[in-house]
Structure formats: structure tokens, C-alpha cells
T-cell receptor
Framework: GENVEQHPSTLSVQEGDSAVIKCTYS??????FPWYKQELGKRPQLIID?????GEKKDQRIAVTLNKTAKHFSLHITETQPEDSAVYFC???????????????FGKGTKLSVKP | KAGVTQTPRYLIKTRGQQVTLSCSPI?????VSWYQQTPGQGLQFLFE???????NKGNFPGRFSGRQFSNSRSEMNVSTLELGDSALYLC????????????FGEGSRLTVL
């Protein structure tokens, strides 16, 4: 089945620096890759997503890149701010086909700390 | 617009019992999906319902089941509870299902003693 590996598990940066979180997936049929941010004690919220027919997507300070050949995708946050501190989850969606049901596999999360 | 509502927010059960959790989606969303969140395993997808039919399923044993009603409200049931079932159970609603933005509820925190 699909497997998603996420690295690093913890990341500490200085305010203003960039942060990069990487995920790899195993099933080349996966076609949708969202990133969720979960602040302490709160529910996960979508921050950016990318579909398999696109290589890069940007939204202000946040960007996601997808390399289908290597089966990995990355989250890039520039000019980090203390409010970026949270746990970030990547995910890969495996569509249902044939007799198999689809699935949505999350990475184990990266705890990002941005120090003022 | 009201967000996703989950009940109960907290509950304590003992091993062997069963539990039912409820989720009311955002109005107009026909997709409801369920997730288990634990410190060790992160977020794990359980299943997704769309228009009362299970459309996608994660890798959980048959003790975990769900259903969806005609008003899109969904319930999740766990039978024969085990200590390892202690977790935060999140539900999410979506317009596009698993290929679109998920709007999560605050979760139901289950403790199994």
C-alpha cells in the first residue's frame, strides 16, 4: 500500500529564515498532495496543495514542489515568523481504481519552531 | 456558516466496550471522512463517506465502522475497544472529498481504560 515518509520530524529556525519539509511517497498512482498545519490544541488546516499535473505552486510565503519521477514533494516557507510555529503534515491521496478503494496517507508530521 | 461539529468532545470507556462518535459536516458538504490522531502515529485515515456510501477506506480493522445519513451527518463506531484505541478522532467534511480541502472538526478525545 501507499506509504508517506516525512522529514525532518522536528525543525527549529530563526525568524526570517527559510524552512523546508520533505515528503516521499511510494505509489506512483497518487495524484493529490495537500499540506496541513496544526497549531497546538487546534484542528488541522489546509495551507497549500498540489495536484500531480503541476510541478510547483506558490501562495505568498509558502510554496510546494512536486517531483513525480522521484516521488517526493516539499513544503517551502520563506521569511518564517513565530506564528508559523506548528506541526505540519503532508499527505498523498491514492485514488480508487479497479476493485481497490482510495486512501489518504499522512506523513507523521514535522514540528516547526520559529525562534524570535 | 457553521463549522464541522463533533460530539462528544471527551469520553472514557473501558476495554471491550463500544463507542459511537458523531460528526455534523458543513452545510452543503456531502463528503465526511474520519481520522485517528495519536502522538506516535500522527494522523491516520479511517474512511470516507459520500452520499451515504463508503467511498474510500484506510487500513484499520473491521472493529472500526461508520455510516452516513441522508442529511450527510456521519457516525463512527468502534467495537471491542482496546487500550490502543485511545486517541483523538477527527472528522472532516469536504466539497470534493479526499482530493480537496478538508475542514476538520475539533475532535472527540477517547480514552480507553
Amino acid at each position: 500500500g501507499e506509504n508517506v515518509e516525512q522529514h525532518p520530524s522536528t525543525l527549529s529556525v530563526q525568524e526570517g529564515d527559510s524552512a523546508v519539509i520533505k515528503c516521499t511517497y511510494s505509489d506512483s498512482a497518487s495524484n493529490y498532495f495537500p499540506w496541513y498545519k496544526q497549531e497546538l490544541g487546534k484542528r488541522p488546516q489546509l495551507i497549500i496543495d498540489i495536484r500531480s499535473n503541476v510541478g510547483e505552486k506558490k501562495d505568498q510565503r509558502i510554496a510546494v514542489t512536486l517531483n513525480k519521477t522521484a516521488k517526493h514533494f516539499s513544503l517551502h516557507i520563506t521569511e518564517t515568523q513565530p506564528e508559523d510555529s506548528a506541526v505540519y503534515f503532508c499527505a498523498a491521496r491514492l485514488p480508487h481504481y479497479g476493485g481497490s478503494q482510495g486512501n489518504l496517507i499522512f506523513g507523521k508530521g514535522t514540528k516547526l519552531s520559529v525562534k524570535p | 456558516k457553521a463549522g464541522v461539529t463533533q460530539t462528544p468532545r471527551y469520553l472514557i470507556k473501558t476495554r471491550g466496550q463500544q463507542v459511537t462518535l458523531s460528526c455534523s459536516p458543513i452545510s452543503g458538504h456531502r463528503s465526511v471522512s474520519w481520522y485517528q490522531q495519536t502522538p506516535g502515529q500522527g494522523l491516520q485515515f479511517l474512511f470516507e463517506y459520500f452520499s451515504e456510501t463508503q467511498r474510500n477506506k484506510g487500513n484499520f480493522p473491521g472493529r472500526f465502522s461508520g455510516r452516513q445519513f441522508s442529511n450527510s451527518r456521519s457516525e463512527m463506531n468502534v467495537s471491542t475497544l482496546e487500550l490502543g484505541d485511545s486517541a483523538l478522532y477527527l472528522c472532516a467534511s469536504s466539497l470534493e472529498g479526499l482530493a480537496g480541502e478538508l475542514f476538520f472538526g475539533e475532535g472527540s478525545r477517547l480514552t480507553v481504560l
